[in-house]
């Protein structure tokens, strides 16, 4: 079990988590709620968060490296976009 907590925003008690993803060593988690990406460092306590990425409906494929690869959709129907992420704080890599 992963204990994880917060002072700053972490996903509220009504939101629906839609991805879960630890980096390649297990040390680092991220959390999606479809809009935004939630990391958390080693000391299990909320890194960052991302948001505003210009899509929806992300979908977390692969931490290696240190560099977090999305995909999400901009508009419904087309083609998924590919982002990469920092998984150090969120930033694009």
Do not use: H
């Not at 990406?37 to 240190?66: K, P």
């Amino acid at each position: 079990m992963i204990n994880i907590s917060s002072e700053r925003r972490s996903p509220s008690p009504g939101i629906r988590i839609t991805g879960v993803l630890f980096n390649e060593d297990g040390r680092m988690l991220f959390i999606s709620d479809g809009i935004r990406i939630f990391g958390y460092g080693t000391d299990r306590r909320l890194a960052w968060v991302r948001e505003g990425l210009g899509g929806y409906d992300i979908e977390m494929e692969s931490c290696l490296a240190g560099v977090l690869t999305i995909q999400l959709e901009e508009e419904m129907g087309e083609t998924r976009k590919i982002i990469r992420l920092l998984a150090k704080d969120g930033s694009n890599g």
